[in-house]
């Protein structure tokens, strides 16, 4: 099973990116697994960013409430993160996941992780 994003890159404070996360394998889906967003600072450790389970039930971390979305094309088996009102500690490589356990999706847990893809690079300057 491959997860391949795309998508991240360098913007000022207050710009925005979209990442896409496409998922190679079609077993590895809405229907089966839950799915996030995750990322990781420098020298911090990875945290959980967005959950979605099923069609349209999400979840955010605290800090990207209100700027970022998750979402997904089941036709295309595809996961996104449209980020927006970037800031600076925003700045990290951000991974897309999957997951059977419910606590990939109910608390953003890189624990419950099964599938990780390689990772994006996102830089923001102030």
């Known amino acids: 099973v491959r997860l391949v994003e795309s998508g991240g890159g360098s913007v000022q404070a207050g710009g925005s990116l979209r990442h896409t996360c496409a998922i190679s394998?079609?077993?590895?889906?809405?229907?089966?697994?839950?799915m996030g967003w995750f990322r990781q600072a420098p020298g911090k450790s990875r945290e959980g960013v967005a959950g979605?389970?099923?069609?349209?039930?999400?979840r955010y971390s605290d800090p990207v409430k209100g700027r970022f979305t998750i979402s997904k094309d089941t036709s295309k088996n595809a996961l996104y993160l449209q980020m927006n009102s970037l800031q600076p500690e925003d700045t990290a490589v951000y991974y897309c996941?999957?997951?059977?356990?419910?606590?990939?999706?109910?608390?953003?847990?890189?624990?419950?992780?099964?599938?990780w893809g390689r990772g994006t690079q996102v830089t923001v300057s102030s």
């Open positions: 996941a999957a997951g059977s356990s419910p606590d990939l999706y109910e608390r953003i847990l890189p624990s419950e992780v099964r599938y």
């Open positions: 394998d079609a077993r590895v889906s809405y229907l089966t697994y839950y």
């Open positions: 979605s389970a099923g069609i349209d039930n999400t």
